[in-house]
């Protein structure tokens, strides 16, 4: 038995369609059969509710008198393109404020919209014989625009790798708070309810298809950029129109020391045309698996520590080597059901109707790695080579002269061996000089939790480290732990020579 | 009913002694010891002995914070993602079975982590 896309509208239309949602998917075909799932189910609606970093809008604010052609634009200080005349612009949800750094973002101005704010808008202009106007500013509302066209140019992963740090500082990245030691998972993704992986071979997702899309109905543009469906990675370009969108389904969020981005819903009516469907909508969170990443190592291809299943990653605790470890989810499980009720009632009401793409998604298709023309610079390009160190057993005194005679504030220890053990700054050395208890050597006083570097680590991973840790230099050491060179924080600035640029 | 107690300069053990003079069992949630600050200590009391105990302190001449609550949760700005259920060392969160945020603020020992974790601003100190 096969059912057409005109037989479920005509039940849509009149209000006979049967509508489910696809977690309760798995319980109707194992209860009625496939064949019997078939019969019973029209659609499937799917859902998901999480950050979703690469969205933005397109913004049309009318024009102005005299009229301007903005090249610079600041909406509440955060800066939108520029380079699409003359009143156009597009607004990214992770682009931070000038102003208010820490705290707002595009995400912010997009979500401030929505609820009805006003938005200061800033923009500049070199002028010209057809838009004479310099500069603007004014305060706009979201009815006063004639468009706010959200165009997102990657949503809806199908599912997304889970994150660990088995570092030993805690790092705050765009997969969360990640504990050090593996002391967490946090993982992104609704699983069973995710629209992809309930449609994995996009036979019914693609070009022209309606969704909801933060609490709007949409479409889904084509494929998303990075959309890598044969390692089981698609994704989905989407738009809507930002005037029926709502905060129920867009929420601006900042993770901390990342940056702002947008919580989005996201979801997708699926037609129950064939078997096929019923099979594919019958997924569960225990089917799909995910590979555990670590975040501790500072790579693009960060190693694999484990395989996991959506299933044990929403029951809370995971076991990694004969260790439970708590997990947290990013996205949000209950909007996601809530984008896939709401789609149920639109659909049971008769307010959206399906359709199959017009176009179909390149399900072949891997995303690449940058190709990189000019090679990464090094530690070992900046690095001193001539660094002044001091032996564990020596007196203080001799750290404190040694300070004093260099250039450097940062003295590193070596053990009989030649080897880096701790590290002394002239902090170290005021402070044992303050303290009643007189402590002579310097291996009293030493730093001995040492963060270093390589030769041939690149700059901006050192210099990561250097901000991370808010220190100002960094022993260099090869393999046996020998102190080789110092890179100091100051020596960063030789990247920027004025003029020069990077080299 | 929990107890923020500071001791500006040096450090008796003026816990020991209020347990002893007031017969109050006083559970120590987190303390911190700090070179300029002198010490800090969140102590948890049972609610009828709250005000006898932290009169007992005062007078040792320890400054003392009566804190109403735990961490606060505004369920407005909270999208029960669960971001924060991993951070917290007194799983003070958990889901319940309909992926609603529940928020036990009684095991709160204020040390917040979970603050900068939440991406929605959700979670703060009251105090
Ligand atoms: S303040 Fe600390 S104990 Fe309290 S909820 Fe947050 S993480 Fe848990
Ligand atoms: S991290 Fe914040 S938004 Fe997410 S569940 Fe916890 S309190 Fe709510």
């Not at chain 1, 949000?332 to 789609?343: D, E, I, Y």
């Amino acid at each position: 038995m096969e059912k057409s896309i005109d037989e479920i509208n005509r039940r849509i239309r009149d209000g006979s369609a049967r509508v489910v949602t696809a977690d309760e998917m798995p319980d109707i075909v194992s209860e009625l059969g496939e064949e019997g799932a078939l019969r019973e189910v029209d659609v499937v609606t799917t859902g998901t509710f999480g950050a979703m970093c690469s969205s933005g809008a397109f913004l049309n604010f009318g024009h102005a008198e005299p009229p301007i052609k903005m090249e610079r634009i600041w909406l509440n200080d955060v800066e939108a393109y520029g380079g699409i005349a003359a009143v156009d612009t597009y607004i990214g949800a992770t682009n931070k404020s000038v102003t208010r750094m820490e705290s707002y973002g595009g995400a912010h101005v997009i979500e401030d919209f929505i609820s009805g704010k006003a938005i200061e808008l800033r923009a500049q202009s070199s002028g010209s014989d057809c838009y004479p106007r310099r500069s603007i500013t004014t305060e706009l509302r979201l009815e006063d625009l004639n468009q706010a066209i959200m165009v997102n140019p990657r949503n809806a992963y199908q599912r997304y790798d889970a994150a660990v740090n088995t570092s030993e500082d805690t790092l705050y990245t765009y997969m969360g708070t990640l504990l050090p030691h593996n002391a967490n998972v946090t993982f992104s993704g609704a699983g069973t309810l995710n629209p992809i992986c309930n449609d994995p071979n996009l036979r019914l997702i693609g070009s022209g298809v309606p969704i909801l899309l933060g609490g709007a109905q949409g479409m889904v543009i084509g494929e998303g950029t990075q959309h890598s469906s044969a390692g089981s990675f698609a994704t989905l370009m989407t738009t809507a129109d930002m005037a029926d969108m709502n905060t129920d389904f867009l929420r601006a969020a900042i993770m901390h020391r990342y940056g702002p981005t947008l919580y989005l819903g996201v979801g997708i009516p699926l037609p129950v045309l064939d078997i096929e469907t019923v099979r594919r909508t019958a997924v569960q969170d225990s089917d799909i698996m995910v590979s555990i990443r670590d975040y501790g190592v500072p790579s693009r291809s960060r190693p694999v520590i484990s395989q996991v299943s959506y299933a044990e990653l929403k029951s809370g605790t995971i076991e990694l080597n004969n260790e439970e470890i708590k997990t947290s989810s990013l996205s949000s499980f209950r909007r996601a059901k809530m984008v896939a009720n709401t789609l149920k009632r639109w659909v049971e009401d008769g307010q959206m109707t399906l359709c199959l793409p017009t176009r179909y998604i390149d399900t072949s298709k891997q995303a690449k790695p940058m190709r990189e023309t000019r090679k990464v610079i090094l530690v070992q390009e900046i690095m001193q080579r001539k660094v002044v160190t001091i032996k564990e057993g020596q007196d203080i005194t001799e750290a404190a002269r040694k300070l004093l005679r260099g250039e450097t504030n940062h003295l590193p220890v070596l053990n009989e061996q030649g080897r880096l053990t701790g590290v002394i700054t002239t902090f170290d050395i005021a402070k044992a000089v303050a303290r009643p208890e007189r402590k002579v050597r310097v291996q009293d006083i030493m730093t001995r939790n040492v963060i270093t570097t390589q030769a041939d680590e690149p700059i901006d991973i050192a210099a990561q480290k250097l901000d991370h840790h808010r220190i100002s230099a960094l022993p260099v050491v090869d393999a046996q732990n020998q102190c080789i060179a110092i890179l100091h924080a100051s020596d960063l600035g030789k990247l920027f020579k004025p003029g020069g640029g990077r080299p | 009913m929990k107890l923020l107690v500071r001791l500006i300069h040096e450090s008796k053990p003026i816990i020991a002694q209020v347990v002893k003079d007031t017969g109050v069992l006083i559970n120590v949630d987190r303390a911190r010891s700090d070179a300029h600050e002198g010490e800090e200590a969140l102590v948890d009391v049972p609610d009828e002995s709250c005000i006898l105990v932290s009169e007992r302190m005062r007078s040792l001449g320890a400054e003392v914070r009566i804190l109403e609550e735990g961490i606060r949760h505004d369920e407005e700005e909270c999208v029960d993602c669960g971001a924060c259920i991993s951070i917290c060392p007194k799983k003070v969160f958990s889901f319940d079975k309909d992926w609603k945020l529940q928020v036990e603020t009684k095991k709160c020992i204020l040390c917040g982590r979970c603050i900068i974790s939440c991406p929605h601003a959700a979670l703060s100190l009251s105090y």
